[in-house]
């Protein structure tokens, strides 16, 4: 079975400061990765996807995300953080023997101190 | 706004009761997914259908059950219900079965089970 693991539950910085959170999956087969944000009382919007190609994958809101297959990682980055940026993250996988319901991480919790 | 609408956006109701929930998926989107987001399990896929029939199963109760009519719109029932059902539910919908497809989520329904 599929499984995400998201091992930063509860990240603060302040704003400027460089941001990475962890994915890793746990899966052989060819899978497809997201990357999710939810803002506080909201529902789930899509950060960015990745599919097959460039491992280097650019999303909304200066958001980027690598895939390193080797490492069965898809970590997302943002180089500078805002305080709009305040959210819970997650990280999804699905594909493999034709599924496609979404697997998800627990989640990461992102406080940006102004 | 992902063009996923589900109602109602909140919904208190006793134990053992029995509630249903609304989806209406993005316009041309034939697949619908349900989730479940609790604090203690995470968000969890339950169920999926396309275009009318049951594609797959996940974590779902057999106390719920979910249909997709004609129109595509789709319902989640959840009866005898209890305090542990309290939760988010979320449905998403995309455009059919091919591998690489987006999942794109409604604004959910919070309920709680009293």
């Known amino acids: 079975a599929q499984s995400v693991s998201q091992h930063n539950h509860h990240v603060i910085l302040s704003e400027a400061a460089s941001l990475e959170l962890g994915c890793n999956y746990s899966y052989g087969g060819t899978v497809n990765l997201f990357w999710y944000v939810q803002y506080p009382g909201q529902h789930l919007q899509l950060l960015l996807k990745y599919f097959s190609g460039d491992p280097l994958v650019k999303g909304i809101k200066g958001f980027e995300a690598e895939f390193i297959k080797s490492k069965f990682s898809f970590n997302l980055r943002k180089p500078s953080v805002q305080w709009s940026d305040t959210a819970e993250y997650f990280c999804a996988v699905n594909g493999g023997t034709g599924r496609r319901a979404l697997t998800f991480g627990s989640g990461t919790r992102l406080q940006v101190q102004p | 706004d992902s063009g996923v609408t589900q109602t109602p956006k909140h919904l208190i109701t006793a134990t053992g009761q029995r509630v249903t929930l609304r989806c209406s998926p993005r316009?041309?989107?034939?697949?619908v997914y349900w989730y479940q987001q609790s604090l203690d399990q995470g968000l969890q896929f339950l169920i999926q259908y396309y275009n009318g029939e049951e594609r797959a199963k996940g974590n779902i109760l057999e106390r719920f059950s979910a249909q997709q009519f004609p129109d595509l719109h789709s319902e989640l029932n959840l009866s005898s219900l209890e305090l542990g059902d309290s939760a988010l539910y979320f449905c998403?919908?995309?455009?059919?079965?091919?591998?690489?497809?987006?999942?794109?989520f409604g604004p959910g329904t919070r309920l709680l089970v009293l």
């Open positions: 998403a919908s995309s455009v059919g079965l091919g591998r690489e497809e987006t999942q794109y």
């Open positions: 316009s041309g989107d034939l697949s």
